[in-house]
T-cell receptor
Framework: AQSVTQLGSHVSVSEGALVLLRCNYS??????LFWYVQYPNQGLQLLLK??????LVKGINGFEAEFKKSETSFHLTKPSAHMSDAAEYFC???????????FGAGTTVTVRA | DTEVTQTPKHLVMGMTNKKSLKCEQHMGHRAMYWYKQKAKKPPELMFV???????INESVPSRFSPECPNSSLLNLHLHALQPEDSALYLC??????????????FGQGTRLTVV
């Protein structure tokens, strides 16, 4: 079964600093990979998705992620954190032949002024 | 329109009550999902409907009963729930057609409290 592992349950950054959230996947075939963000008491919003068209994927709100097959990773970055980036972030994976979208444990991001 | 609409936003129900959660999308998506999310945890898949047929049931207790009346609507019928069923229930949909990418779009969720 497809799965993802998010390293670090909590990340704290200063406003304006780099945000780096780590995600590793387990798959023997190229998976579909996603990053979602969840603000308190809200649903999940898609930040970006890996489509295999490009290894560097740009998403909304200034986030981007790089797919590295050799490292089975899909880390999420943002060059300069904003207070509004404080939220829960989930990496998710889906195989090409079923409907199951499986989530990592999540990473809570706090931004210090 | 890229919205998945869930009603109600909040629901409080007793353990003997029967209630339903509703989900609607008008994006033409053919797969629809129910997820359960406890506090500080990732969403857990409950059910998947594909082309209005139940394709995945993740061993969910029978007190949860899904229904897909048509391609735009998804219901979750609740009966005789337990306090531990209190959670955020999320509905999602995805295109799931050949040639289209398979990202899932989520609703805002229904916050369910069982008393």
């Amino acid at each position: 079964a497809q799965s993802v592992t998010q390293l670090g349950s909590h990340v704290s950054v200063s406003e304006g600093a780099l945000v780096l959230l780590r995600c590793n996947y387990s798959s023997s075939v190229p998976p579909y990979l996603f990053w979602y963000v969840q603000y308190p008491n809200q649903g999940l919003q898609l930040l970006l998705k890996y489509t295999s068209a490009a290894t560097l994927v740009k998403g909304i709100n200034g986030f981007e992620a790089e797919f590295k097959k050799s490292e089975t990773s899909f880390h999420l970055t943002k060059p300069s954190a904003h207070m509004s980036d404080a939220a829960e972030y989930f990496c998710a994976v889906r195989s090409s032949n079923d409907y199951k979208l499986s989530f990592g444990a999540g990473t809570t991001v706090t931004v210090r002024a | 329109d890229t919205e998945v609409t869930q009603t109600p936003k909040h629901l409080v129900m007793g353990m003997t009550n029967k209630k339903s959660l509703k989900c609607e999308q008008h994006m033409g998506h053919r797969a629809m999902y129910w997820y359960k999310q406890k506090a500080k945890k990732p969403p857990e898949l409950m059910f998947v409907y594909s082309y209005e047929k139940l394709s995945i049931n993740e061993s969910v207790p029978s007190r949860f009963s899904p229904e897909c009346p048509n391609s735009s609507l998804l219901n979750l019928h609740l009966h005789a729930l337990q306090p531990e069923d209190s959670a955020l229930y999320l509905c999602a949909s995805s295109p799931d057609e050949a040639g289209r990418f398979r990202e899932a779009f989520f609703g805002q969720g229904t916050r369910l409290t069982v008393v």
